[in-house]
Each structure stands twice: as structure tokens, then as C-alpha cells.
């Protein structure tokens, strides 16, 4: 997740130009939770304490202890950033202490809220973390894919139980190592799997859509970007994130839908939309997912 930046006093930057290069909505660095409202900051009755492992003061937010990070600098405001490690704050060398804090208790409602979901997001993280070794499990097209070792297997071959209880997952991943392969191995192979599976299923889907938005698609490669998850080139070209592969198809479409819209509108205005909506009317659903959900960490 980007941190959330909150600069007291400075205006809005206005916005810039349409680059040749149309990005899709940043990445986030997983599917874990499914929960797409975020979450509130926490409440006063139940004291939380956020602290950055740099914080030099602190200070308390409705009753919340918040150790913060204080950098001094030549800007001209106050700025606060609320990333993974916590609060930082930047402020002019002129302005005391005691003003710093009387603005971060009157943003402290937005504060916390960050901090919350920075804190949240860490938790869902660290959950979605694939362990590589047998029955280690890793999402495929929204399902869960569980890990078996099998040296019998050439290569990695997915098999499906047709008869899975519901809620069961019901895939299983053979892969061609024995029971002592270590993690990396593991990650490996199953990396190059989800790779070349990402490549065929995002290959049929452009040509589905291409076809549907009447655009001609010149070229298609895989990116490893961990700020987009796709891009168009007025060329033709598509660029899609592997790891998309994560997701279930109708996320899946919606990227594809979306990067192939740019070869009629190299923008984001209404128009562009209208591109999108043509093909995918309910688009914004699978949107929401992208916003919300977290990567499994493959590390």
C-alpha cells in the first residue's frame, strides 16, 4: 500500500496531463480478506498504541498513544505521512513542538484511521504469507490451490477432486520434487507454473476483448510491476501483471477490459469509462477487489 500523505496548508496539486503510457489503478502489494470498507479508526474505550520504530515523541490522539518520527526541513507546512512503519511528521525548523501536535490532534481522527488500516493491512500480510512445502497452499483464478509433492510428476501438473466438500478446497498442484526439496525449489516451480498459466489465460482474454471493443492488439507481455497492474502503448502494446493470476477471471477481465480500452482512449475521462462499460457493465466491482484485496507474499 502507498502511505497516505496528509500536508497541512498546501493546496491540492492540479492534475497532471495523460501520459503516453495509460497506467491502471496503482497495485496494491493479495487475495486474503474480502472486506471492501475501510476500517474505522479505533475507539476511544479501547486504548491502541501506535509506534514508529523511529519515534522520538509522542503524543496522544483521543486517547490513543501515537509515538511519531519528527523530521525537520525547509518546507513551508506542517506534513504528515502514515506509512507501514507508522507516523511520520515533517515540519519547518521555526515552528515549536507544541503547534506540531496541536495539528496532529486536530487531524487525529484521520490519524488513527491510517494507522488502523496500516496496521490491518500488516495483519493480512503477514496471513497471506505461502509457506512452500507440502500441502502449502497459493490462489489460482480466486481459488485455493493446495501443494503436493510428488516426484512421480513431470513438471507441475493441476488435478481438480471433483467430489470436495463445499467450502473444500477441491485443487491440487502436483509438483515433480521429492518430499526433501527445499522452500526455494518449491517457489520456484510454482512461480513458473502461475507464470505460464497468467500468459495463456491473459492471452484469451485479450483476444476476447479485443475483438468485443473493436481494437487490435499488437503485442501482449507479463510485467512484475509492484506499483500497476497493467499498461497500454498507443502501439498496440499490453503490458499485465502476472500475479493478476491470483484473482478470478471476471478481476482479471476487468484489467484486460480496461488496458485494452486505452487503445480507443489513452485517458481516464468519461469516455474512457464508456469504453469499459461497453464491454463489462458491473466493472466496478472487480475494481473494488483490486482497491481492497492483498498478493499472497511469495518471498
Known amino acids: 500500500m502507498q502511505p497516505h500523505q496528509l500536508s497541512l496548508f498546501d493546496e491540492a496539486p492540479s492534475a497532471a496531463p495523460a501520459a503516453a503510457v495509460a497506467p491502471l489503478v496503482a497495485a496494491p502489494v493479495v487475495p486474503a480478506s474480502t472486506a471492501t470498507t475501510a476500517p474505522l479508526a479505533p475507539p476511544a474505550a479501547e486504548r491502541v498504541e501506535f509506534r514508529h520504530p523511529r519515534s522520538q515523541r509522542d503524543v496522544l490522539l483521543t486517547g490513543h498513544r501515537v509515538g511519531y518520527e519528527l523530521r525537520r526541513s525547509r518546507r513551508r507546512s506542517i506534513g504528515f505521512v502514515v506509512a507501514a512503519e507508522g507516523l511520520s511528521v515533517s515540519a519547518p525548523r521555526w515552528v515549536g513542538v507544541g503547534e506540531i501536535e496541536a495539528a496532529l490532534r486536530e487531524k487525529a481522527s484521520w490519524i488513527l484511521r491510517k494507522l488502523q488500516e496500516q496496521r490491518e493491512r500488516a495483519a493480512r500480510l503477514d496471513a497471506a504469507r505461502v509457506e512452500w512445502r507440502e500441502g502449502g497452499t497459493v490462489p489460482f483464478l480466486g481459488e485455493t490451490v493446495i501443494l503436493v509433492l510428488d516426484a512421480r510428476t513431470t ?16 485443487l491440487t498442484l502436483h509438483l515433480g520434487l ?15 507454473w502461475l507464470q505460464r ?16 471493443l473493436g ?26 501483471n502476472w500475479r493478476l493470476v491470483h484473482f478470478g477471471l ?34 466496478e466491482q472487480a475494481r473494488g477487489v483490486l482497491r481492497h484485496e492483498v498478493l499472497p507474499v511469495l518471498e
Open 178 to 192: 521429492p518430499q526433501t526439496a527445499e522452500p526455494d525449489q518449491i517457489r520456484d516451480a510454482v512461480q513458473s
Open 197 to 212: 498459466q497468467a500468459r495463456r489465460i491473459f492471452e484469451e482474454r485479450c483476444t476476447h476483448f479485443a475483438k468485443a
Open 250 to 283: 471476471p478481476v482479471i477481465d476487468y484489467v484486460v477490459t480496461h488496458e485494452l480500452a486505452h487503445l480507443r482512449e489513452m485517458n481516464h475521462g468519461p469516455a474512457f469509462w464508456d469504453v469499459v462499460r461497453s464491454a463489462l457493465p458491473d466493472f
Open 155 to 170: 513438471g507441475a501438473v493441476l488435478h481438480s477432486a471433483a467430489e470436495a466438500l463445499p467450502g473444500v478446497p477441491h
Open 215 to 240: 481494437v487490435r492488439m499488437t503485442r501482449l507481455s507479463l510485467s512484475s510491476a509492484a506499483t500497476r497492474w497493467g499498461s497500454a502503448s498507443a502501439d498496440g502494446s499490453i503490458r499485465l
